[in-house]
C-alpha cells in the first residue's frame, strides 16, 4: 500500500521560515519523480517545486529562490524548505510522487499570519 505522509506545516509569522517533510512507504522512492503541490481556498491547486529522481529541480516562479526542494532516497523522505513566508503562501500543501502512475499525501496546512 502506498502512502505519502507529509508534516512540519503549522502557522508561522511573515519572514518566517518551515521544513515540510513527506515521508513515502509502499513505492520505489529513488524511481520517482516527486513534487509538491498547493491549493488555498477557492483555488486550483497549484505546482510549487519539482524534484526528478536524478536530483534536477524546478519551481515556481513566486517561490524561486525561496524555497528549496530536497529528497533522501536513503530515507524516503522528500522536504521542502520555506523560507522568507509570505501571507500568500498559505495554503494546504501536498506531496506527489509519479512514476507509472501519480500518488497524493493528504496534505499539511501552512499558514502564514501575524
Known amino acids: 500500500q502506498v502512502q505519502l505522509v507529509e508534516s512540519g506545516g503549522g502557522l508561522v509569522q511573515p519572514g518566517g521560515s518551515l521544513r515540510l517533510s513527506c515521508a513515502a512507504s509502499g513505492i520505489s522512492f529513488s524511481l520517482y519523480n516527486m513534487g509538491w503541490y498547493r491549493q488555498a481556498p477557492g483555488q486550483q491547486r497549484e505546482l510549487v517545486a519539482v524534484?526528478?529522481?536524478?536530483?534536477?529541480?524546478n519551481y515556481a516562479d513566486s517561490v524561486k529562490g525561496r524555497f528549496t526542494i530536497s529528497r533522501d532516497n536513503a530515507k524516503n523522505t522528500m522536504y521542502l524548505q520555506m523560507n522568507s513566508l509570505k501571507p500568500e503562501d498559505t495554503a494546504v500543501y501536498y506531496c506527489q510522487a509519479t512514476f507509472a502512475k501519480a500518488y497524493w499525501g493528504q496534505g499539511t496546512q501552512v499558514t502564514v499570519s501575524s
Open positions: 524534484i526528478t529522481r536524478g536530483g534536477s529541480t
